[in-house]
């Protein structure tokens, strides 16, 4: 069993428009989110065997703060810019490359990107907001073999979620 937790990075800051999206950090909202999120996690007893963060500033903070809450070491979060505004089919890539010793892994990255992936996986969902978590849960004990035939949607939670849902 392989379990696959994707997280859409918290609420940006649009303070200076001019600056370059791949540095647009994190809004108070989103500071004050991502532990929150984290912290429904670690209730839940979802830790990660392995985080895989986008480059991007506000995945990166979103990430880091998820890290400290589920104590992951920080320095064992693998960020990449190959997830930066990817595409469902690249986003399946990375996970796929994911080490076989590895049975909960975190994602964080951008949407339209992790929307797409839920779709194609099979997740009933419309938009995952900025800080939501999506989780799979895939019958097969290789990432290499992940894909929408193994999957079994696990649960959907956003930072305005009050009832937690569970498929």
């Not at 480059?55 to 320095?75: C, F, S, V």
């Not at 810019?81 to 080490?99: F, K, Q, V």
Request: hydrophobic fraction near 35%; glycine fraction near 6%; aromatic fraction near 10%.
């Amino acid at each position: 069993m392989k379990n696959l937790i994707i997280c859409r990075h918290a609420k940006s800051s649009w303070d200076d428009p001019f600056l370059d999206d791949h540095k647009r950090p994190l809004a108070k909202r989103g500071i004050r989110d991502a532990p929150r999120m984290a912290q429904r996690l670690k209730d839940r007893n979802i830790i990660p065997d392995l985080m895989v963060s986008s480059g991007a500033e506000r995945a990166k903070a979103t990430a880091l703060a998820a890290a400290e809450i589920l104590q992951y070491p920080e320095e064992k979060i693998s960020f990449t810019d190959e997830l930066y505004h990817a595409s469902s089919g690249s986003i399946l890539r990375t996970i796929r490359h994911s080490p076989v010793d590895v049975n909960t892994l975190f994602i964080f990255g951008h949407n339209p990107g992790l929307n797409d992936l839920i779709e194609d996986l099979g997740g009933n969902i419309d938009n995952l907001p900025t800080c939501g978590q999506f989780g799979f849960q895939f019958e097969t004990n290789t990432w290499n073999e992940v894909g929408r035939f193994n999957a079994k949607a696990w649960f959907f939670d956003f930072p305005k979620n009050k009832t937690q849902i569970q498929d």
